[in-house]
């Protein structure tokens, strides 16, 4: 089974940055969908962001602006900057990867995920 591995997460203050890149772990099948969803302590997971093998991407409201998405479809890696950091965002940030080029209506159809990297905003 093909898993994700994500990196890149770790300790930052307010309004800093942290770029999170993530890549599968042994030759795996062409992803379409790719993206990030995060899931901070006692709440559910949401979505972050996602991108099409195509190069169109979504945010969620709450990252829009400050977070951009992208990826590179020879190598099945996708990647997220993410700048003005806010103690908000703190969380496990989860990579995934979809055979179709879409979301599934529920986030645990996901095809691929990740282990989880943790992004910690905070003084």
């Known amino acids: 089974q093909v898993q994700l591995v994500e990196s890149g997460g770790g300790l930052v203050e307010p309004g800093g940055s942290l770029t999170l890149s993530c890549a599968p772990s042994q030759n795996s099948p062409i992803f379409k969908a790719m993206g990030w969803y995060r899931q901070a302590p006692g709440k559910q997971r949401e979505l972050v962001a996602f991108i099409t093998s195509g190069g169109t991407a979504d945010y969620a409201d709450a990252v829009e602006g400050r977070f951009a998405i992208s990826r590179d479809n020879r190598k099945n890696m996708v990647w997220l900057q993410m700048n003005s950091l806010e103690p908000e965002d703190t969380a496990v940030y989860f990579c995934?990867?979809?055979?179709?080029?879409?979301?599934?209506?529920?986030?645990?159809?996901?095809?691929?995920w990740g282990q989880g990297t943790q992004v910690t905003v905070s003084l």
């Open positions: 995934f990867a979809n055979r179709i080029n879409r979301l599934y209506t529920y986030w645990t159809s996901n095809d691929y």
